[in-house]
Nanobody, 122 residues
Framework: QVQLVESGGGSVQAGGALRLSCVAS????????MGWFRQAPGREREGGAV???????NYRDSVKGRFTISQDNAKNTLYLQMNSLKPEDTAMYYC????????????????WGQGTQVTVSS
């Protein structure tokens, strides 16, 4: 069982930046695909970025060039640096962990956290 706890969300103006963090209860990063996905009210889940067990990253086009996924293995922490935020980035952001199928559009993970809210105003 892996427990994940996200933090770092908040309210920013368009063009601003936020860094999300996700702390795992167990050492996951050498085995699991770790990723971030989001869901806005009335919309389907949307994958964003993933990092696999080898440290390779992959991004959806909607966030490529603006978001950066990274991890600190010593701290069991996954990050999502979000720059040049847009109002359409407003959503609840979740981190997830899974042993299989690591790709940027992934929205279903074996384990996920409670989410952290990001609100971007125009």
């Amino acid at each position: 069982q892996v427990q994940l706890v996200e933090s770092g969300g908040g309210s920013v103006q368009a063009g601003g930046a936020l860094r999300l963090s996700c702390v795992a209860s167990a050492y996951t990063y050498s085995r699991y695909c770790m990723g971030w996905f989001r869901q806005a009210p009335g919309r389907e889940r949307e994958g964003g970025a993933v990092i696999d067990s080898h440290g390779n990253t992959n991004y959806r086009d909607s966030v490529k060039g603006r978001f950066t996924i990274s991890q600190d293995n010593a701290k069991n922490t996954l990050y999502l640096q979000m720059n040049s935020l847009k109002p359409e980035d407003t959503a609840m952001y979740y981190c997830g962990a899974d042993l299989y199928d690591c790709y940027a559009g992934k929205t279903v993970f074996a384990y996920w956290g409670q989410g952290t809210q990001v609100t971007v105003s125009s």
